[in-house]
């Protein structure tokens, strides 16, 4: 079969590979009729050396179950499935506590750390199909696929960064970044009621969407100019929930020149760094609450997915681009040159 495969920074091909296969009894094998380049993938796409060994890329897909192994009963031949960024066995304390990124299961992993699986590719073997695949209730082919298809990373993700902020509707949030991410946020804090909605970016087409999605006010400056900004439209104040959709530390440091006393900079843009600030005169002195980490977007799909379903959401937009798998290499083009927001990859 046919898969994508990162050799080194920039450079990624699709190649062919042995074919997935049932391995274990608990497996799942699904033919991808819909994955995605995330912005996530841009980190390793940029840093790659070529000392790293080639790895299969992609985490986000939806797919018809071709075979099961003989202890899955949740989802069976023929059924679309989506699956979450990560694998979980859902009967571990913490998957019962909705926290499936904490998974204990020996199992358990995101699909980045498995080499030999990738959703950038045709088929691809599930790890515990029984905790992490979820049942779609839609033909293949319908129109409403692509914005389930963001259940699997990136709208969950965005209402991951509303729940760990404690978003509601007495609640004026910033959303820092205007990548898919960003911008379904904006989407999750207008479903969960917030009366003033800040989105910090620079990409008209983006920030359009993200008037479309709910934002109410936009701001392209950054650092000091944009702290400033937000703090004219908060009368000085900050906002009480700060999403910081990036991972930089100049996005970091931006969150916390934003957040209101008492508020809360949740993150989900995966951190490139391991030190930040966090003393008296950052976190401490205005009783500033960190939160965020890896969303578990499997505790999320039942509750996101009927708004979907219903049109109440269309989280799918952020699609501005599509491609097979013969388009890949340029796809990534087009994300690390932010001419394409996201890409839907059918293989
Ligand atoms: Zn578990």
Same mark, same amino acid.
């Given at each position: 079969m046919r898969a994508t495969v990162m050799f080194g920074a920039g450079d990624v091909r699709v190649e062919q590979v042995p074919d997935s296969t049932i391995k274990l009894p608990t497996d799942a094998l699904v033919r991808i009729t819909?994955?995605?380049?995330?912005?996530?993938?841009?980190?390793?796409?940029?840093?790659? !050396?070529?000392?790293?060994?080639?790895?299969?890329?992609?985490? +986000?897909?939806?797919?018809? $179950?071709?075979?099961?192994? #003989?202890?899955? #009963?949740? $989802?069976?031949?023929?059924?679309? $499935?989506?699956?979450?960024?990560?694998?979980?066995?859902?009967?571990?304390?913490?998957?019962?506590? %909705?926290?499936? !990124?904490?998974?204990?299961?020996?199992?358990?992993?995101?699909?980045?750390?498995?080499?030999? +699986? %990738?959703?950038?590719?045709?088929?691809?073997?599930?790890?515990?199909?029984? %905790? !992490?695949? $979820?049942?779609?209730?839609?033909?293949?082919?319908?129109?409403?696929?692509?914005?389930?298809l963001t259940l699997s990373d990136v709208l969950g993700t965005g209402h991951h960064a509303t729940v760990a902020g404690g978003v509601n509707k007495r609640t004026r949030v910033t959303v820092i970044g205007d990548g898919a991410v960003g911008l379904l946020a904006v989407l999750s804090a207008k479903r969960m009621g917030a009366e003033q909605i800040i989105l910090m970016g620079r990409h008209p087409a983006r920030t359009e969407l993200g008037r479309e999605f709910g934002a109410t006010d936009i701001v392209s400056g950054r650092g000091e100019e944009g702290i400033a900004q937000v703090r004219d439209l908060t009368g000085g104040d900050g906002t009480h929930v700060v999403i910081e959709a990036v991972g930089t530390m100049p996005a970091y440091q931006q969150a916390l020149g934003i957040v209101r006393p008492g508020g809360v900079v949740s993150r989900v843009g995966a951190p490139q760094y391991e030190e930040a600030p966090i003393g008296f005169g950052s976190l401490f002195r205005h009783n500033l609450r960190l939160a965020g980490g890896p969303a578990p977007v499997r505790a999320y799909i039942e509750e996101l997915m009927p708004d979907i379903l219903d049109g109440t959401i269309e989280p799918g937009k952020v699609f501005d681009m599509t491609t097979d798998l013969g388009g890949i290499a340029a796809g990534y083009r087009d994300m690390a040159d932010r001419k394409a927001l996201k890409v839907l990859i059918k293989p």
């Open positions: 819909g994955a995605c380049i995330c912005g996530s993938d841009l980190w390793p796409y940029a840093s790659r !050396t070529p000392e790293d060994a080639p790895a299969r890329v992609g985490h +986000e897909f939806v797919g018809i $179950v071709e075979d099961t192994g #003989t202890e899955v #009963t949740a $989802v069976k031949k023929g059924d679309l $499935v989506v699956a979450p960024f990560a694998i979980s066995d859902g009967t571990c304390q913490f998957c019962r506590e %909705g926290l499936q !990124t904490s998974c204990e299961h020996p199992q358990a992993a995101f699909w980045d750390m498995i080499p030999d +699986e %990738g959703a950038q590719a045709e088929a691809i073997r599930v790890p515990l199909a029984d %905790g !992490t695949l $979820v049942k779609l209730p839609v033909a293949p082919d319908s129109a409403l696929v692509p914005s389930l």
